[in-house]
């Protein structure tokens, strides 16, 4: 396999002022998914990243499958948590194909990072078991910070990607509304949408500002109901 996506490696070994927010955001969305699915039979889940996800849901689904194209990756997964029980397929998303049928799939920020979201909301819903429920997790290009900093003239584009959207192989922001219209484009439909962590400042104000993680924690309780606001946004879907 190619290792064009291991260039991407650097940006999930630590060591970046944004890990502060990759790991409230990584560590949060999870649970949200197991509050409203539940930790039972069979989870297929797109992407290693930095890990939080899989070592999470790892511990608490019977059967969890993880679909990774980067051996790099791969290996710095390993390194992290050569315990963790997920089985890990090297495998380019586009390319996948199983007999088996999943009780529960996530794509926790994958889509912004894939050449065709709609052909793997396509591919991925054929692979879920009856009565299965979706899970997508992707950036808000109108969390309130990007707001705050637009108004402030610091922010020419709403939807501009950063240098380290860059090193991350981003490639596309959502809003609630570029993201409800490719679910319906897809013959899908978002069942429950809710926001992961409200922002209210840059990363290295927050960072400056020491916060207790009770602070923290509220802010992600918070964006629950205003995910057009929020960081990130977490959307529940199901085939129509």
Partial sequence: MSNVLDTHVVAYQGDNLYDFDNEILLTWYPQRI?????????????GLGHGYTTDIFSRRFQRHVVLEGSPAVIRNFRDR?????????ETYFEEFSTEERFDVIVMGFILEHVDDPLQILRRYRS????????????????????????LAGLLDEMTILSENDRVLGHKRYYTVSSLNAEVS????HVDRLEGIYLKPLTTRQLVSLNLDRKIIDA??????DYPELSCGLLAEISAR
């Fill in 34 to 46: 197991l509050h409203h699915a539940g930790a039972a039979g069979s989870l297929l889940e797109l």
């Fill in 81 to 89: 948590h050569p315990d963790c029980r997920a089985q890990i397929v």
């Fill in 127 to 150: 692979f879920l078991a009856p009565g299965g429920k979706i899970f997508l997790a992707v950036p808000n290009a109108e969390v309130l910070n990007r707001k705050l900093g637009h």
């Fill in 185 to 188: 484009e897809a013959g899908c």
């Fill in 219 to 224: 802010l992600c309780t918070v964006g629950i």
